[in-house]
């Protein structure tokens, strides 16, 4: 699936220090009518996630346009790279007003979606995100033309504490978190789900993100005879504590939620990275979308992480466009909000807070560089 990438979230701190490189590109036809945003780190560690972003809206634009457009206006695509940074991604979101962008496909860090979804949802602009897992996006939804296709955090725990009650019933099983805002609650969603299906922790513990090493806190664990760790918090952070892990020569198996899904992980951990289990999203292409698929290969893009859900969600605006009639805002989520729409993805709905209602998590496991499913034992 994802190989050698970060996800997420949800990534909820991103890259603090982080150079920000902003950009505005044109892409697609000259003199168009019609301009869409597509808006993500497009530098830097994790820039192969708003790279994604960016081919799967090109590519669906491509598309529309060689079916004519939208009531034959031609569409163009506006390129920010918002580095993961809050006050990057307001600039963006500003600009996009100003340039009267009719749709917004974004971001992927939790912070910078939800401030510069402030600015979005005063000028009634619609954004879909195909990224962002927290679930504060939705809970405290800035306004009704916010909308998301990702799954939310609160999917990721009961995933991954159902997977480590049945997988690792048997086994001496820690969860630790780094008490960020990512990190905390996915450790507490997974050890409750865990112990609802009947397996209590063996060790419950938390760390400061953001240390040289975790010499200690591996001590701690091998001291327990911890067999399988799960650890809410930074790729980074969770990198160097499956080091230690080795380094004092335990083989206990790691797994966290989607930050691990990044090439700063597999970077950092190195050849002990192989074996680490992780919870991520459904692999789209597996699912509904084979003949945008081989569309895409055609045109030398995997079709992997969150491409075909921005390809999604560009069909989702066309599909409002065609189906309201408007071209505002807020008209545009009023026809999202109360209709269920064909995409790349499948039939897709959104519930009241403008979440998705498509299939959450799947867990998966590095190997050799690369996201493999976990299938049953």
Known sequence: MFRANCLSTRLPVCLAGFLAVFTVVAAGPAGADI???????????????????????????????????????????????????ADVAVAAANRAIGRGDALVVGHVCAETAIAAGAVYADNKLLVITPAVTANRYTDERAGPTLFRLAARDDAQGPTAGAFLAERFGGKRIAVLNDGSPYGKPLAKATRLAMNAAGKREARLDTFD??????????????ADAIDVVFIGGDPGDIALILKALRAKGSSAIVMGGDALATSE???????????????????????????????????????QGYVLPAYAAVQLWAEARRAGGSAKGEDLAATLAGST??????????????????????????????????TSQ
């Open 35 to 85: 301009r869409i945003l597509a808006v993500g780190p497009m530098t830097g560690p994790y820039q192969a996630l708003g790279k994604q972003i960016r081919a799967g809206v090109e590519t669906a634009v491509d598309a529309l346009n060689a079916r004519g457009g939208i009531d034959g206006e031609r569409i163009s695509v506006d390129i920010e790279d918002d580095a993961c940074k």
């Open 209 to 222: 993100p953001g240390a040289k090493e975790y010499n200690a806190l591996a001590d701690r664990l091998v």
């Open 265 to 303: 992980f597999v970077t950092a951990a190195g050849d002990a990275a192989n074996g680490s289990l992780l919870t991520f999203f459904t692999d789209w292409r597996q699912a509904a979308a084979q003949d945008v698929s081989a569309a895409l290969r055609t045109a030398g893009v995997e079709p």
């Open 341 to 374: 729409s064909p995409t790349v993805l499948g039939a897709v709905a959104f519930d009241g807070k403008g979440d998705a209602q498509l299939a959450g998590f799947s867990v998966y496991r590095w190997q050799d560089g690369l996201l493999v499913p976990e």
